[in-house]
């Protein structure tokens, strides 16, 4: 069975930094794609940024080019998502979600999707 489970979230203050946490199981890392997508209260889910387990090949959103960076840890099936320079427009609530392939941050191609945790960022 396919689990993602984020971890991380919390309240920060804008130029502050948070660091979220993808723990998945019951599929082979290296053959998927783990990707960070987000949603804000009233807005569609977006992706931000992703990494092929594969070559670690990663894709950033450009608005957080720069700020955020991922990185996987093929031995503990674990992805992070650094964010640093918090701003309040990245309040939103993040999810992991993972697809067989290479990168992409089409939000329809990922199969499998954890419960999302909460960034909160004051100003």
């Known amino acids: 069975e396919v689990q993602l489970v984020e971890s991380g979230g919390g309240l920060a203050q804008a130029g502050g930094s948070l660091r979220l946490s993808c723990a998945a199981s019951?599929?082979?890392?290296?053959?998927?794609?783990i990707g960070w997508f987000r949603q804000a209260p009233g807005k569609e889910r977006e992706g931000v940024s992703c990494?092929?387990?594969?070559?670690?090949?990663?894709y950033y959103k450009y608005s957080v080019k720069g700020r955020f960076t991922i990185s996987s840890d093929n031995a503990k099936n674990t992805v992070y998502l650094q964010m640093n320079s918090l701003k309040p427009e990245d309040t939103a609530v993040y999810y992991c979600a993972a697809r067989l392939g290479q990168v992409t941050i089409t939000r329809g191609s990922y199969d499998y999707w954890g419960q999302g945790t909460q960034v909160t960022v004051s100003s």
């Open positions: 990494i092929y387990g594969g070559d670690n090949t990663t």
């Open positions: 019951g599929f082979t890392f290296d053959d998927y794609t």
